[in-house]
């Protein structure tokens, strides 16, 4: 698993943007896949997670209902829609591979093996 998280960028608050996490390495298909962010001086957080099998999701409650994660399994991609984006929501944005083989939904960090690099979002107030 080789990941390349895209799509960040500077929005203003209530806009959107859609972030994309490509698999240029072996596609795997019974894998969960998470979206974290770390802003200055924080700890990295989770945002939300899918099972690429069956579309499964998880979300933070920060994010519930204006994010939505979503896999397309012929791209081997993840996004990341991200509406009513607010100032707090500023971050690096990373993406994450569990390919640990369990069934889970997680949301530790720990628990994800694979990791992309960040794509800053920024949001004006």
């Known amino acids: 698993v080789q990941l390349q998280a895209s799509g960040g960028g500077l929005v203003q608050a209530g806009g959107s943007l859609r972030l994309s996490c490509i698999n240029s390495?072996?596609?795997?298909?019974?894998?969960?896949m998470g979206w974290f962010r770390q802003a200055p001086g924080r700890e990295r957080e989770f945002v939300a997670s899918?099972?690429?099998?069956?579309?499964?999701?998880y979300y933070a409650d920060s994010v519930k209902g204006r994010f939505t994660i979503s896999r397309d399994a012929a791209k081997n991609t993840v996004y990341l829609g991200m509406n009513d984006l607010k100032p707090e929501d500023t971050a690096v944005y990373y993406c994450?591979?569990?390919?640990?083989?369990?069934?889970?939904?997680?949301?530790?960090?720990?628990?994800?093996?694979?990791w992309g690099q960040g794509t800053q979002v920024t949001v004006s107030s």
């Open positions: 390495g072996r596609a795997l298909s019974n894998i969960g």
């Open positions: 994450a591979a569990d390919v640990s083989g369990l069934y889970r939904l997680s949301s530790t960090a720990a628990d994800y093996a694979s």
């Open positions: 899918i099972r690429l099998k069956n579309g499964w999701t």
